[in-house]
C-alpha cells in the first residue's frame, strides 16, 4: 500500500534511523536546512508495516511552471525489494502529477558495483547519470568512509597511518583543546571558512546557512572548534543520525597550523561517533582516484590516513515523468546553479 507523508511522524524517523540505508538526508530534519525546498515522502507498508520510503524535496524551477524533485540518498529499503522499489516508483508518479515535476533525481546510498540494484532501477526506467571523477554531483559519488563496527579506539589507532597517530598526539602536546560550542561560535567559524575559501579556492555559504543547520539538527548536530592560546584555529561541523556520523563541514586558520589542529578535530568527531554506537563515519567527498591536483591530493591523502574506505556510490539517477517540460527545465538549470553560487557568496 502506497502513502504520502507531508509533515514530522515519529514513525516515519523511527523506520529511517533504524533502517541500513537510512540516513540524515533521507529525515524530515533534513528539511529544515533547506527551506528553499518542501518535503514530502512516499511510504509503502506491507501488513501495515514500513518497508520502505522516499523522502522527497520539491522546488519550482525558475522561469518555467515546472517543479523539480529531488530524493537526497532515496530510497530507504532493502534495494534489492524489486517490488517495494516498482510501488515507490509508482507513487512519486503521482506525486509528480500532484507536483507538476518534470522529473525525479536521486542518489542512492548503494556501491556502484551492486549490479542487482542497477538492473532493478534501469527495468523502471530509471537513466544513470555518467560516472564522474570529481564533485559535481549534488552529493558526492565518492566518498571515505571508516568502519566503527566492533570497533574500539584503540582498534581505530592501530588501523590509521602513523602519521595520523603521530598528529593527533602533537596537537595535544602543543595545547591545542578541542570544544564543542553553540552558535556562539559561528562569527569565529565562519571567519575560519572565508579563510579556507580563499585559500582553497571554493565558494562558501552565508553564516545563516550553519545557523541554520545547528537549529534544524539540534542534538543530531555538534560545531566542534579547535583552539590555541585562546584563539580559534580550526572548526568542524558533524551531523549524527540512526548509525552514521558525517563530517559536513570543516576549516582552518593559516596560522597555527603547525599544531595539527584538523587531526584532533577529526579525532574527537570519530569519538563521539564511538561512543553514540554508530557503525560508519563518513568523511564525504573525495576525488575517484589519487589526483594530481596539490590542494586535491592533500585532502586525498588527509581522509584516506584514517583507515577510511573509499566507496563509489552507483551515482546520480533520473525519473523523467515529463520528457518535453523536463527538456525545457535542463535549459534552466544552468541558471538555478548561478543563482545559487550567488546566493552562497552573499555574507
Given at each position: 500500500?502506497?502513502?504520502?507523508?507531508?509533515?514530522?511522524?515519529a514513525?516515519?524517523?523511527?523506520?529511517v534511523?533504524?533502517?541500513?540505508?537510512?540516513?540524515?538526508f533521507?529525515?524530515?530534519?533534513?528539511?529544515?536546512?533547506?527551506?528553499?525546498?518542501?518535503?514530502?515522502a512516499v511510504?509503502?507498508?506491507?501488513?501495515?508495516e514500513l518497508?520502505?520510503?522516499?523522502?522527497?524535496?520539491?522546488?519550482?524551477?525558475?522561469g518555467?511552471?515546472?517543479?523539480?524533485l529531488y530524493?537526497?540518498?532515496?530510497?530507504?529499503?532493502?534495494?534489492?525489494?524489486?517490488?517495494?522499489?516498482r510501488?515507490?516508483?509508482e507513487?512519486?508518479?503521482?506525486?509528480?502529477?500532484?507536483?507538476r515535476?518534470?522529473?525525479?533525481?536521486?542518489?542512492p546510498?548503494?556501491?556502484?558495483?551492486?549490479?542487482?540494484?542497477?538492473?532493478?532501477?534501469?527495468?523502471?526506467?530509471?537513466?544513470?547519470a555518467?560516472?564522474t571523477?570529481?564533485?559535481?554531483?549534488?552529493?558526492?559519488?565518492h566518498v571515505a568512509?571508516?568502519?566503527?563496527?566492533?570497533?574500539?579506539?584503540?582498534?581505530?589507532?592501530?588501523?590509521?597511518k602513523?602519521?595520523?597517530?603521530?598528529?593527533i598526539?602533537?596537537?595535544?602536546?602543543?595545547?591545542?583543546?578541542?570544544?564543542v560550542?553553540?552558535?556562539?561560535?559561528?562569527?569565529d567559524?565562519?571567519?575560519l571558512?572565508?579563510?579556507?575559501?580563499?585559500?582553497?579556492?571554493?565558494?562558501?555559504?552565508?553564516?545563516?546557512?550553519?545557523?541554520r543547520?545547528?537549529d534544524a539538527?539540534?542534538?543530531?548536530?555538534?560545531?566542534?572548534?579547535a583552539y590555541?592560546?585562546?584563539?580559534?584555529?580550526?572548526?568542524?561541523?558533524?551531523a549524527?543520525?540512526?548509525?552514521?556520523?558525517?563530517?559536513?563541514?570543516?576549516?582552518?586558520?593559516n596560522v597555527?597550523?603547525?599544531?595539527?589542529?584538523?587531526?584532533?578535530l577529526?579525532?574527537?568527531?570519530?569519538?563521539?561517533?564511538?561512543?553514540?554506537?554508530?557503525d560508519?563515519?563518513?568523511?564525504?567527498?573525495?576525488a575517484?582516484?589519487?589526483?594530481?591536483?596539490?590542494a586535491?591530493?592533500?585532502?586525498?591523502?588527509?581522509?584516506?590516513g584514517w583507515?577510511?574506505?573509499?566507496?563509489?556510490?552507483?551515482?546520480?539517477?533520473?525519473?523523467?515523468?515529463?520528457p518535453?517540460?523536463?527538456?525545457?527545465?535542463?535549459?534552466a538549470l544552468?541558471?538555478?546553479r548561478?543563482?545559487?553560487?550567488r546566493?552562497?557568496?552573499?555574507?
Amino acid at each position: 500500500m502506497i502513502e504520502y507523508l507531508d509533515g514530522w511522524s515519529a514513525e516515519y524517523e523511527a523506520f529511517v534511523a533504524a533502517h541500513p540505508k537510512g540516513t540524515l538526508f533521507q529525515s524530515r530534519l533534513w528539511s529544515g536546512v533547506k527551506p528553499a525546498w518542501r518535503w514530502r515522502a512516499v511510504l509503502v507498508r506491507r501488513g501495515g508495516e514500513l518497508c520502505a520510503a522516499m523522502a522527497v524535496l520539491i522546488r519550482p524551477v525558475p522561469g518555467t511552471p515546472w517543479r523539480l524533485l529531488y530524493a537526497p540518498r532515496g530510497p530507504v529499503c532493502n534495494t534489492h525489494d524489486a517490488a517495494a522499489l516498482r510501488e515507490l516508483t509508482e507513487g512519486v508518479r503521482v506525486l509528480a502529477r500532484q507536483e507538476r515535476a518534470c522529473a525525479l533525481k536521486l542518489d542512492p546510498d548503494v556501491p556502484m558495483e551492486d549490479a542487482e540494484f542497477r538492473a532493478i532501477m534501469e527495468r523502471l526506467d530509471y537513466r544513470l547519470a555518467p560516472e564522474t571523477g570529481g564533485f559535481e554531483r549534488i552529493q558526492p559519488q565518492h566518498v571515505a568512509r571508516l568502519d566503527l563496527c566492533g570497533k574500539t579506539k584503540t582498534d581505530l589507532l592501530a588501523g590509521m597511518k602513523q602519521k595520523m597517530r603521530y598528529n593527533i598526539r602533537l596537537a595535544e602536546r602543543r595545547g591545542v583543546e578541542v570544544r564543542v560550542c553553540g552558535a556562539e561560535a559561528l562569527d569565529d567559524f565562519h571567519a575560519l571558512m572565508r579563510v579556507t575559501g580563499a585559500r582553497d579556492g571554493f565558494c562558501i555559504r552565508p553564516k545563516a546557512y550553519f545557523a541554520r543547520m545547528l537549529d534544524a539538527l539540534g542534538a543530531h548536530a555538534r560545531l566542534y572548534m579547535a583552539y590555541a592560546d585562546g584563539a580559534a584555529i580550526a572548526g568542524a561541523i558533524a551531523a549524527q543520525y540512526g548509525n552514521k556520523t558525517w563530517y559536513l563541514y570543516g576549516a582552518s586558520a593559516n596560522v597555527h597550523r603547525d599544531k595539527m589542529p584538523n587531526y584532533l578535530l577529526q579525532w574527537r568527531m570519530i569519538e563521539w561517533a564511538l561512543e553514540a554506537g554508530c557503525d560508519v563515519y563518513d568523511f564525504r567527498g573525495v576525488a575517484a582516484e589519487q589526483p594530481a591536483d596539490p590542494a586535491l591530493a592533500g585532502l586525498w591523502r588527509f581522509k584516506s590516513g584514517w583507515g577510511a574506505a573509499h566507496v563509489t556510490f552507483v551515482g546520480e539517477y533520473e525519473l523523467v515523468v515529463r520528457p518535453a517540460a523536463n527538456a525545457v527545465v535542463r535549459r534552466a538549470l544552468p541558471v538555478m546553479r548561478a543563482a545559487a553560487l550567488r546566493w552562497a557568496n552573499l555574507k
